[in-house]
């Protein structure tokens, strides 16, 4: 079974760094590579409710910091901002240690350790699409970014405070992360697919306006 469950892990993993390596997908390379690392949490998740896996630990808690982590990062680039390079391997790390820290007895600093980063990761995501939706032209896609973030903080804050660490998360956690996470996923892509459909037209418009000027210049030298 840990054999099993460590080359799914190794499977995520790479389809996870695979997607992160397309820089052309931007915003959404991120945000897919989270729902990605979330699901790998899940698979721990699923282990440890059914036997003795404390050795999984590290890794379960790295993976779910790395969703908040990677929706920071995702509306950082969807804010038009420069992501920086140490913000996830950061985040892995420190929810590494968060892992080790209730494997080897120390249950609340892993606790504490996770209640400092996710919900303060997720609210920062939220905080850098808001912004990026100001505006008159800002859809309702990208209106809807910020609120469905700041349920995903509250969402990990109840998590964190509700579930016993080192054992299973309960399945009425779980089962409110299975409905929260794919509202978030389809409006972050309806979001980026009106940011696509603004540029297009601005660039339309930007193209319209330049034939027009070079039609009108070629007017005035024919008149001449």
């Given at each position: ?110 606790r504490g ?29 990208q209106r809807?970014l910020a ?78």
């Amino acid at each position: 079974m840990e054999v099993a469950v460590l080359a799914l892990l190794s499977v995520l993993a790479g389809i996870g760094f695979s997607v992160l390596r397309r820089p052309d997908l931007g915003a959404m390379a991120f945000w897919t590579s989270a729902c990605v690392a979330l699901f790998g949490a899940a698979i721990c998740n699923t282990l440890l409710s059914i036997g003795d896996a404390a050795w999984i630990l590290p890794i379960s808690h790295a993976l779910r910091t790395a969703y908040p982590a990677m929706l920071l990062a995702g509306a950082v680039a969807y804010a038009g901002h420069r992501v920086p390079r140490w913000l996830i391997p950061a985040a892995l790390g420190l929810g590494g240690v968060e892992g080790l820290a209730v494997l080897v007895g120390h249950p609340e600093l892993g606790r504490g350790i996770g209640l400092a980063l996710e919900p303060t990761a997720s609210l920062g995501a939220a905080f850098y699409v808001s912004r990026a939706a100001r505006g008159p032209d800002a859809s309702a896609s990208q209106r809807a970014l910020a609120p469905v973030m700041v349920g995903i903080a509250v969402l990990a804050v109840v998590t964190l405070l509700g579930s016993v660490p080192g054992a299973a998360i309960s399945i009425g956690f779980v089962g409110g992360w299975a409905v929260v996470v794919p509202i978030l996923l389809a409006v972050q892509i309806a979001a980026v697919g009106d940011r696509v459909q603004e540029t297009l037209r601005s660039s339309q418009e930007e193209l319209e306006r330049r034939v027009e000027e070079r039609t009108a210049e070629l007017r005035e030298s024919e008149e001449r």
